[in-house]
């Protein structure tokens, strides 16, 4: 009955040191405090651990004594009986002890301490934050191959990979665009290829000429060229190093028609961006008909409205308002008269005012009419405008008034011809004026004084002739043509609905003209009592776009577009 | 005469005792040129006249952006540049000095190139990316030049090594002591004593609060069980006190030097990252030109 201890211990170089010895009991105790036959100097092991009870036959038996187990093979245990002929490893904290049976028959227990400390060799390298953060490098790798890829490599494979359809959309390269397309081309989000055609080649105006084919240059290229001239030397460096990188220009669509630059409408070009050419452009483009025009205040040529002076041939021709040109519709209408508030025709106004809408004497707006838009004037219509007074009534029949056909001479000449000759039929709606005998006005259609029905009609003070002139061409009579232009400045733009503030007559004198012959087209001084150029402090500081379009069109130029698309 | 070798001599070798940080390097030079590098950078953003609105495509935008990149792979290759020192004018430290200055002026540079034009893409990204490492980089210049004193001071003329060696010997002291000691004790002992020296994790490491630390809660129960003069549970919560001690300043120690090194682990990841997404937006922008 004894048990055999063999403790195995390594010096601090690594020699190995076995000591064995006997102890004759047929019990043994286990545990840290001192006394105990096994002692285990080891924190984790309670004072009074376990007892090894020798059962004879080369078994043991052994169990827990205080609160903590220990492990058997590996396995948790408090209690256990093992036999040492086919051995057994047992640990208690951080001493394992193998139980095995002695040559002779003694129960041998090998006892070693497992040195799970590694020592502090490496402890120094710990407080590197290396441990508690994941590495560097990996992270570097993951974030750079991650976005190389999504945002290089998938667009790019997507983009050389994708079918013939023109619509077919590139995955990936929503992350490329810089910022939203502009109002006008809100459609192409997200379809790239549009205008971005080719890779690595900036958009060309072809791109935009797809869509965008009647859109007019602003001139011949030679004479672009011309107008723009030796550029300043910056300009021109600038210029060549954009050419050495296969950059379009100078005037590409791209220059002004920049895009990315988010949801919105393109600004007007500013002054500086026309004056550039136009303000000295005499000196630069030999035989140009346009004068020099840099700041609307400053530098800007007299208006050319296009006036018809020759009624028969009803040719426009330009005609600066500097050399007073005297327009020739073929009409005879004294604005004065029709205006004068104390005359006849204020005091006919003001008798069927109750009728037409008159006041207590005429308007301008009771014969011009704003067009739909609101931008000019309808063309003045006899029918709408005038009839109200100049009543081309000439036979009554029972309760019903026969009037003349107006703008067709051969109807009023059948009409006239077989009229009843009881004259004058409305010899009695008292309307005032100097026509008449007892100071009635009436149409007057047929001689007290003698002469033709159609003498009459057509003589100064006729129902035909106090507008317009006779004209009698191949033995047929009739009248001359009339024109009345809509508009007479073509090449600018004119807003009367942006002008709704004035009078009319604060830019038409019309009061004062006496004749149909005078323009009462206002000329560049007037716009300048308000409008001057873009830096200006004038009441309307004005650039050239807020009248002129870069692109000729009949359309509003940019800056005074309701749309602007 | 004679002296004049020695006058030359002398400033040459002041330089190299004197201690001169890399923030004042040759009297704040890089200072001095990054300054100017913005100040030009935001006249040629006045004058430049830019339709309609500036922004990175634009002439001066490409001037900018070009300057921009240039830098960013020029400062990107300090991570190259610092594993040789060499003293002289372009010393590692000059090279240093320029990195954190020129790297603050390319906020001024970069943020023009963009025109003020953000958004979802890989160009803001990029940008992003370069403020992140800025940032992280500012943070870095500002505790290179403060938290080193702090360290010093917390140190008490110890090597880190000598720090852990105090404390496991305690330690050693702490297990013989505890040897007569019932288990209970014994196991607040091994709490303390077993545990890592070192956190693992980051939040402990950097804000020096260790809210269940066994060493403490050891104390704790040493002081609140140990029997009226139980001389050896006595002995082992003084030894307890004394490892606490030493652990604080190893804390303290642990954590000036987790902030002195958290920022590259942003810094550097970040910069990689840059140098991706800037391939990506010149590459782009020229792809879809």
Request: charged share 20%.
């Given at each position: 009955?004894?048990?055999?201890?063999?403790?195995?211990?390594?010096?601090?170089?690594?020699?190995?040191?076995?000591?064995?010895?006997?102890?004759?009991?047929?019990?043994?105790?286990?545990?840290?405090?001192?006394?105990?036959?096994?002692?285990?100097?080891?924190?984790?092991?309670?004072?009074?651990h376990?007892?090894?009870d020798?059962?004879?036959?080369g078994?043991?038996?052994?169990?827990a004594t205080?609160t903590?187990?220990?492990?058997?093979?590996g396995a948790?245990?408090?209690?256990?009986?093992?036999?040492?002929?086919?051995g057994?490893?047992?640990?208690?904290?951080?001493?394992?002890?193998s139980?095995?049976?002695?040559?002779?028959?003694?129960?041998?227990?090998?006892?070693?301490?497992?040195?799970?400390?590694?020592g502090?060799?490496?402890?120094?390298?710990?407080?590197?934050?290396?441990?508690?953060?994941?590495?560097?490098?990996?992270?570097?790798?993951?974030?750079?191959?991650?976005?190389l890829?999504?945002?290089?490599?998938?667009?790019?494979?997507?983009?050389?990979?994708?079918?013939?359809?023109?619509k077919?959309?590139?995955?990936?390269?929503?992350?490329?665009?810089?910022?939203?397309?502009?109002?006008?081309?809100?459609?192409?989000e997200?379809?790239?290829?549009?205008?971005?055609?080719?890779?690595f080649?900036?958009v060309?105006?072809?791109?935009c000429?797809?869509?965008?084919a009647?859109?007019?240059?602003?001139?011949?290229?030679?004479?672009?060229?011309?107008?723009r001239?030796d550029?300043?030397?910056?300009?021109?460096?600038?210029?060549?190093?954009?050419?050495?990188?296969?950059?379009?220009g100078?005037g590409?669509?791209?220059?002004?028609?920049t895009e990315?630059?988010?949801?919105?409408?393109?600004?007007?070009?500013?002054?500086?961006?026309?004056?550039?050419?136009?303000?000295?452009?005499?000196?630069?483009?030999?035989?140009?008909?346009?004068?020099?025009?840099?700041?609307?205040?400053?530098?800007?040529?007299?208006?050319?409205?296009?006036?018809?002076?020759?009624?028969?041939?009803?040719?426009a021709?330009?005609?600066?308002?500097?050399?007073?040109?005297?327009?020739?519709?073929?009409?005879?209408?004294?604005?004065?008269?029709?205006?004068?508030?104390?005359?006849?025709?204020?005091?006919?106004?003001?008798?069927?005012?109750?009728?037409?809408?008159?006041?207590s004497?005429?308007?301008?707006?009771?014969?011009?009419?704003?067009s739909?838009?609101?931008?000019?004037?309808?063309?003045v219509?006899?029918?709408r405008?005038?009839e109200?007074?100049?009543?081309?009534?000439y036979?009554?029949?029972?309760?019903?008034?026969?009037?003349?056909?107006?703008?067709?001479?051969?109807?009023?000449?059948?009409?006239?011809?077989?009229?009843?000759?009881?004259?004058?039929v409305?010899?009695?709606?008292?309307?005032?004026?100097?026509?008449?005998?007892?100071?009635?006005?009436?149409?007057?259609?047929?001689?007290?004084?003698?002469?033709?029905?159609?003498?009459?009609?057509?003589?100064?003070?006729?129902?035909?002739?106090?507008?317009?002139?006779?004209?009698?061409?191949?033995?047929?009579?009739?009248?001359?043509?009339?024109?009345?232009?809509?508009?007479?400045?073509?090449?600018?733009?004119?807003?009367?609905?942006?002008?709704?503030?004035?009078?009319?007559?604060?830019?038409?004198?019309?009061?004062?003209?006496?004749?149909?012959?005078?323009?009462?087209?206002?000329?560049?001084?007037?716009?300048?009592?308000?409008?001057?150029?873009?830096?200006?402090?004038a009441?309307?500081?004005?650039?050239c776009a807020?009248?002129?379009?870069?692109?000729?069109?009949?359309s509003a130029?940019?800056?005074?577009?309701?749309?602007?698309? | 005469?004679?002296?004049?070798?020695?006058s030359?001599a002398?400033?040459?070798r002041?330089?190299?005792?004197?201690?001169?940080?890399?923030?004042?390097?040759?009297r704040?030079?890089?200072l001095?040129?990054?300054l100017?590098?913005?100040?030009?950078?935001?006249l040629?953003?006045?004058a430049?006249?830019?339709?309609?609105?500036?922004?990175?495509?634009s002439?001066?935008?490409?001037?900018?952006?070009?300057?921009?990149?240039?830098?960013?792979?020029?400062?990107?290759?300090?991570?190259?540049?610092k594993?040789?020192?060499?003293?002289?004018?372009w010393?590692?430290?000059?090279?240093?000095?320029?990195?954190?200055?020129?790297?603050?002026a390319?906020?001024?540079?970069?943020?023009l190139?963009?025109?003020?034009?953000?958004?979802?893409?890989?160009?803001?990204?990029?940008y992003?990316?370069?403020?992140?490492?800025?940032?992280?980089?500012?943070?870095?210049?500002?505790?290179?030049?403060?938290?080193?004193?702090?360290?010093?001071?917390?140190?008490?003329?110890?090597t880190?090594?000598?720090?852990?060696?105090?404390?496991r010997?305690?330690?050693r002291q702490?297990?013989?002591?505890?040897?007569p000691?019932?288990?209970?004790?014994?196991?607040?002992v091994?709490?303390?004593?077993?545990?890592e020296?070192?956190?693992?994790?980051?939040w402990?490491r950097l804000?020096g609060?260790?809210?269940?630390?066994?060493?403490?809660?050891?104390?704790?129960?040493?002081?609140?069980?140990?029997?009226?003069?139980?001389?050896a549970?006595?002995?082992?919560?003084?030894l307890?006190?004394?490892?606490?001690?030493?652990?604080?300043?190893?804390?303290?120690?642990?954590?000036?030097?987790?902030?002195?090194?958290?920022?590259?682990?942003?810094?550097?990841?970040?910069?990689?990252?840059?140098?991706?997404?800037?391939?990506?937006?010149?590459?782009?922008?020229?792809?879809?030109w």
């Amino acid at each position: 009955m004894a048990f055999r201890l063999r403790q195995i211990e390594f010096t601090a170089d690594g020699r190995k040191i076995v000591r064995e010895r006997e102890i004759a009991k047929p019990q043994l105790t286990l545990g840290r405090a001192a006394e105990s036959d096994i002692h285990l100097p080891d924190l984790a092991v309670e004072p009074q651990h376990a007892r090894i009870d020798d059962l004879g036959g080369g078994r043991i038996g052994i169990a827990a004594t205080g609160t903590l187990g220990f492990a058997l093979d590996g396995a948790d245990t408090r209690a256990a009986t093992v036999d040492c002929r086919s051995g057994a490893e047992l640990q208690f904290g951080a001493s394992r002890i193998s139980a095995s049976l002695a040559d002779d028959g003694a129960v041998l227990l090998t006892i070693e301490r497992i040195d799970t400390a590694s020592g502090d060799i490496d402890e120094k390298s710990s407080i590197s934050l290396a441990g508690a953060m994941p590495s560097r490098r990996t992270v570097s790798w993951i974030m750079a191959i991650l976005i190389l890829g999504l945002f290089l490599a998938l667009p790019i494979t997507s983009y050389l990979t994708r079918g013939p359809d023109p619509k077919a959309r590139v995955i990936g390269d929503g992350s490329w665009s810089p910022g939203k397309l502009s109002l006008a081309h809100r459609s192409l989000e997200g379809r790239c290829q549009a205008c971005h055609v080719k890779p690595f080649e900036a958009v060309r105006d072809t791109a935009c000429r797809t869509c965008h084919a009647t859109v007019h240059d602003h001139a011949a290229p030679d004479r672009l060229a011309g107008a723009r001239g030796d550029r300043p030397l910056g300009e021109r460096f600038l210029q060549s190093v954009a050419h050495s990188f296969g950059k379009p220009g100078p005037g590409a669509c791209v220059e002004c028609h920049t895009e990315h630059k988010g949801v919105g409408r393109m600004e007007a070009p500013r002054q500086q961006f026309c004056a550039a050419c136009h303000a000295g452009l005499s000196e630069r483009l030999t035989g140009t008909k346009l004068g020099n025009a840099g700041d609307f205040g400053t530098l800007h040529p007299q208006f050319m409205p296009l006036v018809v002076t020759n009624p028969a041939s009803r040719a426009a021709t330009r005609l600066s308002l500097d050399t007073h040109p005297r327009e020739n519709g073929g009409l005879t209408f004294p604005h004065k008269l029709h205006l004068d508030p104390l005359g006849g025709v204020a005091r006919m106004a003001a008798s069927i005012g109750a009728e037409r809408g008159y006041g207590s004497k005429l308007a301008c707006k009771d014969c011009h009419h704003p067009s739909e838009d609101g931008v000019r004037f309808l063309p003045v219509r006899m029918e709408r405008d005038c009839e109200a007074c100049h009543s081309l009534v000439y036979d009554r029949v029972g309760p019903t008034f026969r009037t003349l056909k107006h703008g067709n001479v051969d109807q009023m000449i059948a009409d006239l011809s077989a009229a009843r000759p009881s004259w004058p039929v409305v010899a009695a709606r008292p309307r005032p004026g100097a026509y008449a005998a007892e100071g009635g006005y009436y149409a007057n259609f047929a001689p007290p004084g003698g002469g033709s029905v159609l003498q009459r009609a057509f003589a100064r003070d006729g129902v035909c002739g106090e507008c317009h002139t006779p004209v009698f061409t191949g033995g047929r009579t009739g009248v001359m043509p009339v024109t009345l232009p809509a508009r007479y400045m073509t090449k600018g733009w004119f807003s009367h609905k942006a002008h709704s503030q004035e009078k009319c007559t604060s830019c038409h004198a019309a009061e004062k003209s006496s004749s149909a012959t005078d323009l009462l087209l206002p000329g560049i001084a007037q716009c300048r009592t308000c409008h001057l150029g873009e830096g200006s402090n004038a009441a309307v500081p004005s650039s050239c776009a807020m009248c002129h379009s870069y692109h000729p069109a009949a359309s509003a130029p940019r800056k005074d577009r309701s749309d602007k698309s | 005469m004679a002296s004049a070798p020695r006058s030359e001599a002398l400033p040459a070798r002041r330089i190299a005792s004197d201690h001169e940080g890399f923030l004042r390097h040759a009297r704040f030079r890089w200072l001095k040129i990054g300054l100017a590098a913005c100040f030009i950078a935001l006249l040629g953003y006045v004058a430049a006249d830019v339709q309609p609105r500036p922004y990175g495509g634009s002439w001066y935008g490409y001037t900018l952006g070009t300057i921009g990149a240039l830098l960013i792979v020029w400062l990107a290759l300090l991570g190259i540049r610092k594993r040789a020192m060499t003293p002289g004018r372009w010393s590692l430290k000059a090279w240093t000095s320029a990195h954190v200055y020129l790297g603050l002026a390319l906020i001024v540079i970069a943020t023009l190139h963009t025109g003020f034009q953000f958004g979802w893409n890989v160009h803001t990204l990029a940008y992003a990316l370069m403020m992140l490492v800025i940032l992280s980089g500012i943070y870095g210049a500002v505790v290179y030049a403060t938290l080193p004193a702090a360290l010093s001071n917390n140190r008490d003329q110890l090597t880190l090594g000598e720090m852990i060696a105090g404390i496991r010997a305690i330690d050693r002291q702490l297990v013989d002591a505890t040897q007569p000691l019932p288990q209970e004790f014994a196991q607040l002992v091994l709490g303390a004593t077993g545990e890592e020296i070192f956190s693992r994790s980051l939040w402990r490491r950097l804000s020096g609060k260790y809210p269940d630390c066994a060493t403490q809660m050891a104390i704790a129960g040493f002081h609140s069980a140990s029997g009226a003069g139980d001389a050896a549970a006595g002995r082992v919560e003084a030894l307890l006190i004394r490892r606490k001690g030493q652990l604080d300043r190893l804390r303290r120690h642990t954590r000036l030097k987790g902030l002195l090194e958290v920022w590259l682990y942003l810094h550097i990841p970040a910069t990689i990252a840059l140098l991706a997404a800037l391939t990506a937006h010149i590459v782009s922008v020229f792809y879809y030109w």
